[in-house]
């Protein structure tokens, strides 16, 4: 999946960068970043039984997932806009004695920023590559793989030091399945089919 979607990336990382550039014809910071965060929430992809762990049941959310990744600060020369460029990979696990159920996608960040003293509030677009749930071990069999999806992103962060910026964000993307298994034998939901992202999240990125 990463290598299939990071191919599919370039030509959308190109459009990105392309519209990014009537923002940047003036003189601009550019820097390498790196990004982490945590997101929480949105419509139930999957519910499945579990035993052990003290719950008989767990789910995952469409927005649900931890994700890394990198990009590009621009910041214009008058200090106040602020474009990021980003690829990040995010996942998600449900883990049981027996089996595992994952959540990958690969979402593309295209944001624009408005920069105070200590404070950047902006958002734009993200595109999502390759978004898939699949089993593994006695969930092997259950499967759901998404069409690439565009959505948008709201975003405000504090700054220190000019480098590290600590935010909460807020992502709304719609996806639509291509491809839906089961597993008869597994306690669980059919995939939804239709599932929103529509959740919140925490971030942290860092220039160089």
């Not at 419509?43 to 995952?60: C, H, K, Q």
């Not at 259950?142 to 504090?158: H, N, P, R, S």
């Amino acid at each position: 999946m990463a290598l299939s979607a990071i191919r599919k990336s370039l030509p959308v990382l190109a459009l990105i960068s392309a519209a990014a550039v009537p923002v940047c014809s003036h003189a601009a910071d550019v820097r390498p970043i790196i990004k982490a965060g945590v997101d929480f929430g949105g419509d139930t992809l999957v519910s499945v039984g579990v035993t052990g762990g003290g719950s008989s049941s767990r789910s995952i959310s469409a927005n649900d997932g931890v994700y890394v990744g990198g990009g590009a600060s621009i910041l214009m020369d008058s200090k106040v806009l602020e474009v990021e460029l980003s690829a990040s990979y995010k996942f998600f696990t449900i883990h049981a004695q027996n089996g595992d159920i994952d959540w990958n996608v690969l979402p593309l960040d295209a944001l624009v920023f408005y920069r105070m003293p200590n404070v950047r509030l902006g958002g734009g677009l993200t595109y999502h590559l390759g978004p898939t749930l699949k089993g593994s071990g006695a969930a092997n069999g259950l499967e759901a793989k998404y069409d690439d999806a565009l959505g948008f992103v709201l975003q405000a962060d504090y700054v220190l030091k000019n480098r590290f910026n600590f935010g909460l964000r807020y992502t709304n993307v719609n996806y639509k399945a291509n491809s839906i298994r089961t597993n008869p034998a597994l306690s669980a939901t059919t995939p939804a089919a239709n599932p929103s992202t529509n959740g919140v999240g925490f971030v942290f990125s860092m220039s160089f």
